[in-house]
């Protein structure tokens, strides 16, 4: 069984470009997270996607938006890039509504410059 | 608002010892806490989750605990390996309806040393 597929692993933007990351969750998962990491500030969430609904919305910036389509395929994107954006951006699946396990990707390594 | 914290936030250890490392919250209305590791430069791999309704969770030579009352959740690691060494994160998950939505403790880098 497949696990949460991210693309791309790594891409370098300039600053003020646009961004769409993709990830396809674990085969039959509905759930699907997105979270920011950086050396600073840790972990980040950033939003979360059950059956195509934005359920939760972290504490981003408008520029930090997301889909997800009804394949549970989620995509998210970031306008505007700045040097902070700079992260490596992490997606994660889960079966169920709640209190499955969660797995994630290996991420997409975003360097701005 | 719900916060973790990972203690301690650096641990050095010989080979073939037995360590414990600690994760708190601060509220304790969570669904469930699941434990994971991450390797340099990759994403994180679920280690165990514990139900808000469980008292531990065991997995080889993992053994994962949760107190919720006072806020508590320990991951005992049995006979550590030197494969063993990365980055343990505990995470949270809230119990103010149905989500997903972790949130995680700032995490406790593992070097066990041959």
């Known amino acids: 069984k497949a696990g949460v597929t991210q693309t791309p692993r790594y891409l370098i933007k300039t600053r003020g470009q646009q961004v769409t990351l993709s990830c396809s969750p674990i085969s039959g998962h509905r759930s699907v997270s997105w979270y920011q990491q950086t050396p600073g500030q840790g972990l980040q969430f950033l939003f979360e996607y059950f059956s195509e609904t934005q359920r939760n919305k972290g504490n981003f910036p408008g520029r930090f938006s997301g889909r997800q389509f009804s394949n549970s395929r989620s995509e998210m994107n970031v306008s505007t890039l700045e040097l902070g954006d700079s992260a490596l951006y992490l997606c994660a699946s889960s079966w169920g509504d709640s209190g499955n396990t969660i797995y994630f990707g290996e991420g997409s390594w975003l360097t701005v410059v | 608002k719900q916060e973790v914290t990972q203690i301690p936030a650096a641990l050095s250890v010989p080979e073939g010892e037995n360590l414990v490392l600690n994760c708190s919250f601060t509220d304790s209305a969570i669904y469930n806490l699941q434990w994971f590791r991450q390797d340099p430069g990759k994403g994180l791999t679920s280690l165990l989750l514990?139900?808000?309704?469980?008292r531990e969770q065991t997995s080889g030579r993992l053994n994962a605990s949760l107190d919720k009352s006072s806020g508590r959740s320990t991951l005992y690691i049995a006979a550590s390996q030197p494969g063993d060494s990365a980055t343990y994160l505990c995470a949270a998950v809230g119990g103010g309806g149905a989500t997903n939505k972790l949130i995680f403790g700032t995490g406790t880098l593992l070097a066990v040393q041959p």
């Open positions: 514990i139900q808000s309704s469980q």
